[in-house]
C-alpha cells in the first residue's frame, strides 16, 4: 500500500511535470522573466492578490455569523435542508451560477433597479459576489464542524465559572476555530486566486484580469508561450508557497468520535435567538436567490416544441465523466494518503508536509496550462479526436483530487490515531485493516464522493480543450447556447444541471446518514 500511494503521487506530479514540459519544449527556451518588470503584469498580478484576499476574506466574516447561528440553534428549520444546500452551493457549476447572477443584478437583472445607476455586476463587484457565494457555504460547514467539536465539559465548566459570552467565545470558540480558520483562508484564497471562469464571464474587461486568465488569453488569443509560462510560474510560486505555508501554521484538531454527539450546549438568551433566526434567513435567502433567478428565463421556453433530445445525450456524458474521474478521484486520494498517514506516525512532520503538499498541488497548477500543455505534448503522438474523451476524465480526475484527500485525511488521521496502535498489536493483515477501516471511513467517504462528483460534473475549461462536438457535456452545452445569445435555452440547461446536481447531493446526503 506504501508503495502504491508514492505511484500515486508521482503518476500526479508526472502529469503535471509533462504539462509544463509540452509548452517549455513548444516555446523553445521557456518563461520570458522580463515580463516580471511589466506594468501589465504587476497590474495583474495585484488585483490578483486583491480580488482573493477579499473574496476570502468575506467569506470567512459572513460564515461565522452563520455558522454560530447553526451550532447554538440545532432545531432551526429545515437545518438539514440547509446544510445540504450549501454542498450544492459550493460544488455548483461555475456556469449555473454566472447565470443566475446575471439574471439577478445584470444591467437587465431582477433586482438591478434597486441598485441604482451606478451600478454595474461586472468587474471587483461581480467577482467578489460569485466568489463569495461558491465559497462562503463551504467555510460554513467547516466551521460548524470545527465547533461541534467542541466538548460538552468544556461549556459545563464555563457554565461552573459564570464565564461571560464575551468570555466563552475568546477562551472556547476561538481557540477551537483558529487552527481551521487559517487553513481555510489559505484554501478559499487559492481557489479564488485560480478562480477562471468567474472572472473570465464577471471580470468586464483588462482592468479585472488575474493571472489564469491572462494565461488563457496569452495562450488563446496570441499563442505567447513565453508569456504564458512567466504567469503561470508565478501562480504556482504564490499560490503553492502560501497555502504551504498555512497548511504548516494551522492545524484542525479532530478529536474522538464521541465528542461530535453534543449532548450540552449553553442556550443563548432571546434576543440572540432572534439575531440567529434572522442571520439564518438571511443565508437562506443569500443562497436561493441566484437560483430563483433562473426560473423567468425557463419559462420563456417553449416546452413543446423545445427538442428535448438535446439535453439528453450531453447529460448522460456529463454523468459518465463525473462517475469515472470522481471513482478515479478517490482511489488516488486514499492511495496518496497512505505515505501521509505513516509520516503522521513516525512524526516526521516536514515529510507529511510535503507528501500533503504534492498530493494537493493541482489546488495551485494552473488549470489551464496543465490543459493545453499536456495538449501540445500529446497533440503529434496520439489522436485527440479520437482519444480526448479519455484525457477530460483523466485530468478532471487529476483536478479534484485535492478535494478528496481534503475531506478524507483528516478522518484517517483521526482513525490512525485511535486504532493504528491495536491493529498493530493485534497483528491484522493489509485486508483485515480496510474491513475494520471502512465504516470508520464510510460517511466521510460518501460525502466526498458526492462533492467530487458535481465538481467534476461542471467541468468547462478541460472540455474546451479535449472535447469534441460528438461528446458535448452539458456545462458545454450551457456554453454554447449562452454564446449564441440563447439565454433561455442556456437558463433551462442550468436549471437542469443544478437539479441533476441537488439530486446527487441529497441522494448521498441521506446515503451518508443512513451508513
Known amino acids: 500500500?506504501?508503495?502504491?500511494?508514492?505511484?500515486?503521487?508521482?503518476?500526479?506530479?508526472?502529469?503535471?511535470?509533462?504539462?509544463?514540459?509540452?509548452?517549455?519544449?513548444?516555446?523553445?527556451?521557456?518563461?520570458?522573466?522580463?515580463?516580471?518588470?511589466?506594468?501589465?503584469?504587476?497590474?495583474?498580478?495585484?488585483?490578483?492578490?486583491?480580488?482573493?484576499s477579499l473574496s476570502a476574506l468575506l467569506s470567512l466574516l459572513l460564515a461565522w455569523p452563520l455558522a454560530r447561528a447553526l451550532y447554538y440553534r440545532p432545531q432551526l428549520p429545515a437545518r438539514r435542508g440547509f446544510l445540504s444546500l450549501c454542498v450544492l452551493a459550493f460544488v455548483m457549476p461555475t456556469l449555473v451560477l454566472i447565470t443566475g447572477l446575471v439574471a439577478l443584478l445584470g444591467r437587465n437583472g431582477l433586482l438591478s433597479p434597486l441598485l441604482g445607476e451606478q451600478w454595474n455586476l461586472y468587474g471587483l463587484n461581480g467577482i467578489l459576489i460569485a466568489h463569495v457565494y461558491l465559497n462562503l457555504p463551504f467555510a460554513v460547514r467547516v466551521m460548524l464542524q470545527q465547533l461541534q467539536h467542541i466538548p460538552d465539559s468544556s461549556w459545563q465548566l464555563a457554565a461552573q465559572l459564570k464565564l461571560s459570552r464575551w468570555q466563552r467565545l475568546r477562551l472556547i470558540e476561538w481557540p477551537t476555530l483558529k487552527p481551521a480558520v487559517l487553513v481555510l483562508f489559505g484554501f478559499v484564497f487559492v481557489l479564488c486566486f485560480n478562480s477562471f471562469a468567474v472572472v473570465l464571464a464577471l471580470g468586464g474587461g483588462p482592468r479585472a484580469t488575474t493571472l489564469e486568465v491572462a494565461i488563457y488569453q496569452a495562450l488563446k488569443y496570441d499563442f505567447n508561450i513565453p508569456e504564458a509560462l512567466t504567469l503561470a510560474w508565478s501562480q504556482l510560486l504564490i499560490a503553492g508557497s502560501l497555502f504551504l505555508l498555512l497548511s504548516r501554521w494551522g492545524r484542525s484538531h479532530w478529536l474522538s468520535v464521541d465528542t461530535l454527539q453534543r449532548q450540552w450546549i449553553p442556550q443563548p438568551n432571546q434576543p440572540m435567538k432572534l439575531i440567529h433566526a434572522m442571520v439564518y434567513a438571511a443565508g437562506w435567502l443569500l443562497l436561493l436567490l441566484p437560483i430563483v433567478a433562473l426560473l423567468p428565463g425557463v419559462l420563456e421556453v417553449d416546452m413543446a416544441r423545445f427538442g428535448w433530445s438535446a439535453l439528453l445525450r450531453p447529460t448522460l456524458v456529463s454523468l459518465v465523466v463525473g462517475l469515472l474521474a470522481a471513482g478515479g478521484a478517490m482511489l488516488l486520494a486514499y492511495l496518496m494518503l497512505?505515505?501521509?498517514?505513516?509520516?503522521?506516525?513516525?512524526?516526521?512532520?516536514?515529510?507529511?508536509?510535503?507528501?500533503?503538499?504534492?498530493?494537493?498541488?493541482?489546488?495551485?497548477?494552473?488549470?489551464?496550462?496543465?490543459?493545453?500543455?499536456?495538449?501540445?505534448?500529446?497533440?503529434?503522438?496520439?489522436?485527440?479526436?479520437?482519444?480526448?474523451?479519455?484525457?477530460?476524465?483523466?485530468?478532471?480526475?487529476?483536478?479534484?483530487?485535492?478535494?478528496?484527500?481534503?475531506?478524507?485525511?483528516?478522518?484517517?488521521?483521526?482513525?490512525?490515531?485511535?486504532?493504528?496502535?491495536?491493529?498493530?498489536?493485534?497483528?491484522?493483515?493489509?485486508?483485515?485493516r480496510l474491513r475494520l477501516e471502512w465504516p470508520f471511513l464510510r460517511p466521510a467517504f460518501i460525502a466526498s464522493f458526492a462533492l467530487i462528483l458535481v465538481l467534476a460534473i461542471g467541468d468547462l475549461a478541460i472540455f474546451a480543450i479535449f472535447g469534441n462536438e460528438q461528446w458535448t457535456t452539458l456545462p458545454w452545452l450551457i456554453y454554447s447556447y449562452a454564446g449564441s445569445y440563447r439565454i433561455a435555452e442556456a437558463s433551462l440547461a442550468s436549471l437542469l444541471l443544478l437539479l441533476l446536481c441537488a439530486l446527487i447531493v441529497w441522494a448521498f446526503e441521506r446515503i451518508r446518514l443512513d451508513a
Open 338 to 432: 497512505t505515505p501521509v498517514r505513516q509520516a503522521h506516525l513516525k512524526r516526521q512532520r516536514k515529510r507529511a508536509l510535503l507528501l500533503e503538499w504534492l498530493s494537493t498541488h493541482a489546488l495551485v497548477a494552473p488549470a489551464m496550462v496543465v490543459s493545453v500543455g499536456l495538449y501540445i505534448l500529446l497533440l503529434r503522438q496520439i489522436d485527440l479526436d479520437r482519444w480526448g474523451m479519455l484525457f477530460v476524465v483523466l485530468l478532471n480526475m487529476l483536478m479534484v483530487v485535492p478535494f478528496a484527500v481534503q475531506q478524507l485525511r483528516p478522518r484517517l488521521l483521526q482513525y490512525d490515531a485511535q486504532y493504528h496502535r491495536l491493529c498493530r498489536a493485534l497483528k491484522l493483515s493489509g485486508r483485515q
Open 1 to 52: 500500500m506504501q508503495r502504491a500511494g508514492i505511484a500515486a503521487l508521482l503518476f500526479s506530479v508526472l502529469v503535471t511535470v509533462l504539462a509544463f514540459q509540452g509548452l517549455i519544449g513548444f516555446g523553445h527556451g521557456g518563461a520570458d522573466w522580463s515580463l516580471l518588470s511589466d506594468r501589465y503584469y504587476q497590474s495583474v498580478l495585484l488585483f490578483s492578490l486583491k480580488q482573493a
